[in-house]
C-alpha cells in the first residue's frame, strides 16, 4: 500500500510506484532536513535578540548619548559629548530619542504579524532585520535630532517582525518538556543585551565616534538579516511554508483568501474575548509598569534615599545577575511543574507576590545593605515570570493567532505599562517630595499584578498548541516539509 503525497490528494493503491527522494526534490515536494536545527534556530535567535537590546543599551550609554555642553559663570564653556552634544538635544529631546523607536514597534508589530498570514513568517524576519540593518547605518549617518529621531523609529519597525514571530517559532522547535525553558533563555537576553549595550556604548565612545557604534551594530545584524533570505523558509505552525509571498490553501489555519483588514480585526476580536489571554495580559500590563519605572528612576531612587554612590552601576549590576538567573530559573520551574497554563498562572502569581513583598520591605529599612539584600531577592521572583507569562501568550490562542498574540502583547505592556509608568511616577514624587514613598506606592502595583495572575489559575484554559483548524481554512498537508526535522 503506498500513500500518495499530500493528504488532501487521497490514498493510491499500488497505482504508482514510490517516488525517490531525488524526483521528490526536483518538484520541490519534500525538501531535506536542514542544517538549521532546532538549537540553532534558538542560539541565532538569541544572538538577534541580544543585538536588539545592545542597541537600545548603547545609545543610553554615556559613551553613545554623549551630555550637552555647557558654561560657567564666568563665562568658560565646555563642548557637549555624543548625540546629545554634536546635536545640542535638550533633556526632552534627548529622552524622545532613546524611547522613538517604539513608534514604528507599536505600529509596525501587528502589521507584521498580520502579513504573516500571506508571507511567509521566516522571510518577514529577514526583511524586518534588513529594515534594522539600514536604519542602523541611517543612525549613524544622522546630522541632527529629526534624522536620528526618523531611523530610530525604523529601527522599531525592524524590531516588529522579530518580536511577533521570533518566540512562536522558538516555541514550535523546543522540545515538549522544555518550551518554557527555551522562551526563557530567549527572554533572558534583554537584560543581558542592555548591561552589554551600556559597555559596549562606553567603550565605543571612549576610542571612536558615537557613530561607530551604530556601525558596528550593523556588522553585528547583516549576515542574520542576510540568512534570512538565504535559508530555504522555515515553517511556522499554523502558516503555511510559501517562499512565494502568494496566499496559500495548503497548511493549518491558512485562509484561502486574501487577509485584509477586516480578517485583522476579526482576528483581534477573538483575543479580545479570550478571558485566559486578557488576564494574562492586564498583569502584564501591571507587571510592565513597575519594571519599566524602576529601570528609569530606580538609581536615582537609590541614591537620593540611599545616598547610593554609583546608582547606576550597582542597579544594573543587580538587574543583569537577578535578570539572568530569575528569568532562566523561572522557565526552568515552569517544566519542571510541567509546563500548563494553570501552573503557568500559579508561578506567575506566587513568584511576583513574593517577589513584590521582598521589594517593598527592602524600601522600608533604611540600611542600603540591607535594602540590596531584599531588593535582588525580589527582582530575582519577580524577573522569574518571563517565560511563563509568555508561554501562556502563546498557548491560550491557536497556532494561526500567535504571532498576533505576540504583537499585541507588546503593543499593550508598552501603551499601558512602562511607556505611561514612568511620568507618573515622576508625578507622583513631584508632589510627594520623598523617594521612599514614591518607591513604595511603585511596588505596591506588584501586588494587584500577582492577584490578576491568580484569578487565571480558576479561569478554564485550554492548551491550543494544537488545534489545527478554522472553519473558513482549507486543512491538508502541506506538499513542502519542514525543513526543522532532525535527520
Known sequence: MDVADGGGGGVDRGQNPPRTTMERDSDDKIAEPSWFSP????????????????????????????????????GTCSAGSGIQGDFN?????????????MVGLLVASPIFASVAKSVNPFRLIGIGL?????????????FDFWSITFCRMFVGVGEAS?????????????????????????????????????VYGGLIGSVLPWRAAFWGEAILMLPFAILGFVIKPLHLKGFAPDDKGKNRTDNLNVLPTGYGFSAVL????LLLVDKVYVTNILGYIAYNFVLG???????????????????????????????????????????????????????????????????????????MYAFLAL?????????????PVNFIVLHCVKPSLRPLAMA???????????????????????????????ALVLTFVLFPAAAIWFIGIFLNSVDRYNEDSEPDAVTRESAVAPLLEEA
Not at 538577534?48 to 548603547?58: E, H, T, W
Not at 534588513?130 to 544622522?142: D, K, N, R
Not at 511577533?164 to 516555541?171: G, N, Q, R
Not at 530569575?326 to 507576590?353: C, E, P, Q, R
Request: neutral net charge; proline residues 3%.
Open 130 to 142: 534588513s529594515i534594522w540593518t539600514v536604519a542602523v547605518i541611517g543612525c549613524g549617518l544622522s
Open 375 to 387: 531588593f535582588a531577592v525580589g527582582e530575582l521572583l519577580v524577573f522569574a515570570t518571563q517565560g
Open 39 to 74: 538549537k540553532k534556530l534558538l542560539f541565532v535567535f538569541c544572538v538577534v535578540n541580544l543585538i536588539n537590546y545592545i542597541d537600545r543599551g548603547a545609545i543610553a550609554s554615556n559613551g553613545v548619548n554623549g551630555s550637552r555642553g555647557s558654561c560657567t559663570s564666568t
Open 293 to 367: 519605572a524602576y529601570s528609569y528612576w530606580g538609581p536615582k531612587a537609590g541614591y537620593n534615599i540611599y545616598k547610593m554612590e554609583n546608582a547606576d552601576m550597582i542597579f544594573g549590576g543587580i538587574t543583569v545577575i537577578c535578570g539572568i538567573v530569575g528569568t532562566l530559573s523561572g522557565g526552568f520551574v515552569l517544566d519542571f511543574m510541567d509546563a500548563t497554563i494553570s501552573n503557568a498562572f500559579k508561578l506567575l502569581s506566587v513568584s511576583t507576590f513574593i517577589g513584590g513583598l521582598f521589594c517593598f520591605v527592602a524600601f522600608c529599612f533604611k540600611s
Open 266 to 269: 476579526k482576528d483581534l476580536k
Open 408 to 438: 499585541m502583547s507588546t503593543v499593550s505592556i508598552h501603551i499601558f505599562g512602562d511607556v505611561p509608568s514612568s511620568p507618573l511616577v515622576g508625578v507622583l514624587q513631584d508632589y510627594v517630595h520623598n523617594w521612599r514613598v514614591t
Open 89 to 101: 538635544l535638550s533633556n526632552f529631546e534627548d529622552g524622545i530619542l532613546s524611547s522613538a523607536f
Open 162 to 198: 522579530f518580536v511577533s514571530l521570533a518566540a512562536p517559532f522558538i516555541d514550535d522547535n523546543a522540545p515538549q518538556a522544555q518550551k518554557s525553558a527555551w522562551l526563557a533563555m530567549f527572554y533572558m537576553c534583554i537584560p543581558t543585551g542592555y548591561a552589554l549595550g551600556y
